[in-house]
Structures are given as structure tokens and as C-alpha cells.
């Protein structure tokens, strides 16, 4: 079964960035086909979306994000990125990506990222 693999996370101070990175085994041109999106789920509560960007770069943000996040992807890597900067102790969770629509993959592992105060 095809899972993404997320990377990046870590533990970060109150308004810090950090960068998230995301990466899809499989066949490049279905992967450039598809809109991809990252979630998060903090602990104790349900996955939520956070953002997706679709095949021709539309972008599209969960309210909380409030123009902090960026989303990008990088066909020739089968990569999807999230750029987070003003992190703040409700960003604290771990962060999966997959895709957007049917059929969506096998979710993978997983970055925790952990925003102190």
C-alpha cells in the first residue's frame, strides 16, 4: 500500500516556523494529477484539515491558519511542503498529508510538531 511520508516536525518556541515536508511513492504523473492536502490531529481531538493545493497550484486554507501556512508542491519530487510561520500552542499536533479526494492513501505516520510557550 502506497503511504505518504511526512517529515520536518519538531519542537518550536511561540511565533517560530518550521517547514514540513511530504512524499508520495508512487507513479509521478498520477501523483501531478491529484490535489494533495495536509491535516492534523491534535491529541484527544478529531483529524482536521489544514490545507490543499490542487494539480494547477490552487490553494485553499483551513480558517485558522489566518495567512500563516503556505502550501507547495513539487511535481518532479512527488512532494508536497507546508510552510508554517506565527506557530502557537494550538498548532501543536501531528501533521499527515494525503490526498485530497477519492481515493485518498493509506494514512502514513506522521510529524508531531510541538509548539512550546
Known amino acids: 500500500q502506497v503511504q505518504p511520508v511526512e517529515y520536518g516536525g519538531g519542537l518550536v518556541q511561540h511565533g517560530g516556523s518550521l517547514g514540513l515536508s511530504c512524499t508520495v511513492a508512487m507513479s509521478g504523473p498520477v501523483f501531478a494529477i491529484r490535489p494533495w492536502a495536509w491535516y492534523r490531529q491534535a491529541p484527544g481531538k478529531q483529524r482536521e484539515f489544514v490545507a490543499h493545493?490542487?494539480?494547477?497550484?490552487?490553494?485553499r486554507y483551513a480558517n485558522f491558519v489566518k495567512g500563516r501556512f503556505t502550501i507547495s508542491r513539487d511535481n518532479t519530487k512527488n512532494a508536497v511542503y507546508l510552510q508554517m510561520n506565527g506557530l502557537n500552542s494550538e498548532d501543536t499536533a501531528t501533521y499527515f498529508c494525503?490526498?485530497?479526494?477519492?481515493?485518498?492513501?493509506?494514512w502514513g505516520e506522521g510529524t508531531q510538531v510541538t509548539v512550546s510557550s
Open positions: 493545493i490542487t494539480p494547477s497550484l490552487e490553494t
Open positions: 494525503n490526498a485530497l479526494t477519492y481515493p485518498t492513501l493509506t
